[in-house]
């Protein structure tokens, strides 16, 4: 038996979550089993507790788009009892039962060894938000995006996502720009390492021309849409945005004058699918470059109990920092 958050449909049509007991044999097909230690809250996570909202796709479900553990069982040989893993992304979670539950059983080829330096509740203190965040530094790095270029903004700061990028923009010597529509915020950000708070109204108007002042060397925005728009018109020549998130809509009010006349690059980060090479890099790159004082700093322990009701926080924007869930707490 082992221990799950468990999502279910009445008939109806309403959701309803509890933690339930179940067999090791309802686990979903896969060759390698996983003792769960730690998973983390996402907006995708809230969604599934919430109405569903259209990423479920069968019921029962167990939401929980990563985790990390300790491998149980494998018909992998990449893969021992003993090993430590982690797991973001292949829709786990959504289509695939996910790491709300004291157990879970994926494909080998989902998973990456935990990288030496990191303990499992601190990688699921990065988790799939922070990876992301990881992953965005290194594309502005490969396109030429340096401290010494000038000043990097972060939309979506006191995000999952936001939190972890302005960690280790600090931490890699960049001056970093936090942008907030929660002023009480601004010393939780100040301690990531921003160099100074800019309020979200005064990216949220619309744009009125398409180039304003060179201001960003580079950009992660986890925004979109008006906010999104209005950066690209503020990047510097040749300047690089790394959008990694929607919470404000898929739509981008914009021209193609920054592109044109700037040269600005845009750049699309996508965690879900990652290559298996690009994930073991990227977490490399998190154990040897975030700083674990700013890590801690971000965490809010929570249980499988609390999910339900910290789902509906985080749809409502109203989670800080990283989550990291202990399915055996």
């Known amino acids: 038996m082992f221990t799950a958050l468990v999502v279910e449909k009445d008939a109806d049509g309403k959701t309803h979550a509890g933690v ?3 067999p090791l044999g309802d686990l979903p097909p896969g060759n390698v089993t996983v003792a769960v230690e730690y998973s983390t809250l996402n907006y995708k996570d809230g969604m599934c507790l919430g109405s569903g909202g259209g990423l479920v796709r069968t019921y029962p479900h167990v939401p929980g788009i990563d985790f990390a553990g300790t491998v149980e069982a494998s018909d992998d040989p990449r893969y021992v009892p003993g090993d430590k893993v982690v797991l973001t992304g292949w829709r786990v979670g959504e289509v695939h039962w996910g790491g709300y539950a004291t157990r879970a059983r994926v494909n080998a080829d989902w998973l ?15 988790g799939t938000a922070g990876f992301t965040a990881m ?4 594309a502005l790095e490969d396109h030429g995006v340096t401290p010494e270029r000038g000043e990097v903004l972060v939309t979506g700061a006191a995000g999952g996502v936001g939190s972890v990028a302005v960690a280790l923009l600090a931490a890699l010597g960049y001056r970093v720009a936090a942008v907030t529509g929660r002023p009480e915020l601004g010393d939780y950000l100040r301690d990531l390492g921003a160099a100074r708070i800019i309020a979200r109204a005064d990216l949220s108007e619309a744009i009125k021309r398409p ?3 060179e201001a960003w060397a580079g950009c992660v925005d986890a925004v979109g849409s008006v906010m999104l728009a209005r950066v690209l018109g503020q990047m510097q020549y040749g300047g690089s945005v790394a959008a990694v998130g929607l919470a404000g809509g898929a739509d981008l009010p914009a021209t193609v004058i920054p592109f044109l006349l700037r040269g600005v690059n845009l750049l699309g980060i996508d965690s879900v699918m990652r290559p298996y090479d690009d994930r073991v890099r990227a977490w490399a790159r998190i154990a040897a470059d ?7 700093a971000m965490i809010r322990p929570a249980t499988l109990a609390d999910r339900p009701g910290l789902g509906a926080e985080i749809l409502k924007g ?7 869930v202990d399915v055996n707490g």
């Open 20 to 22: 339930k007991q179940l």
């Open 135 to 138: 992953l965005a530094v290194m």
């Open 112 to 126: 990456v060894p935990l990288p030496a330096g990191l303990t499992t509740r601190q990688a699921m203190a990065v």
């Open 290 to 296: 975030l700083p674990m004082a700013q890590l801690e």
């Open 318 to 324: 109203q989670v800080q920092g990283r989550v990291v």
């Open 211 to 213: 180039l304003e002042a």
